[in-house]
Every structure is written in C-alpha cells, then in structure tokens.
C-alpha cells in the first residue's frame, strides 16, 4: 500500500508527537500539584528522565501513551486499528526497544531506591479512575477539587 501523503509530509507529522507536556501528564500534574504534591520535571540525573519527580517521596511517575509504549492488554497498545501498513519491522523493532528501554529503566530506578509508578494513557481517560489509581500509591485524603 501507497503512503497517501509525501515522506516529507509523514516526517513533519511524525515531528509533531509530543514526548513531554502531553494532556495525559498535565492532567497527573495537575491532580498532584492540587493535592499539595511538589514535583520536579523530566530529570535528567535519573534512568529514563521520568516525567514527574517526587524527590520527598522518592517516588517517579512515568506516564505513558499505550501505543507507544504497548500497554498489555490495552486496546490502544496491543491492539491499533492504526498500526503502521508500511517499514512493519522497524517499527515492530521501535516498539520492542520502546518497551526493552522502559523496563531496563524502571530496574535501574528501583535499584537506586525510588517508587517507580507507571500511569498509561488510557487510566487519564476516566478522571475517577486516575484519581483512584494514585490515590493507592499517595493515599490522599480528597479528591481534588
């Protein structure tokens, strides 16, 4: 099958896939941040740079987009009606480095002592679900207004 649109024109929009500030991560920014939670973003210093830093806590979040990432079990991640027609190796070959890089940086992260979390995609859909998936890890007092 024909890619409809030009390399070009694929590579610009491949460019416009955001890895930081996505809606899911903002939203467990924002449930954290009202609930009295200061954080650090994306450090560096730390295995796989995860999005959200609880130094106090020595907790990180990671949260995750399900296709990218292939959520197990996730309609979004194992299962995509969108999956990619053309070059199937390289990008069965980017999701298994996608998937082998995670893991080898949530190891590295509990050997240093840190809480590794990992929230998906699909858990930031339903805000009651969120709310109570990190409730189990914070064990907050209130829902956030």
Known sequence: MVDRISKEHRSWNMSKIRSKDTAPELLVRSFLHRSGYRFRLHDKSLPGSPDIVLK???????VHGCYWHRHPGCKQGSYFPKDPKQGIEFWQDKF???IQRDKKNIEQLQKLGWKVVVIWECQTKEHAVL????HSFFHFRETPK
Request: proline letters at 0%; zero cysteines.
């Open 131 to 134: 709310w109570a998936y990190i």
């Open 96 to 98: 298994d480095k996608n």
């Open 56 to 62: 106090k806590h020595r907790t990180v979040i990671f």
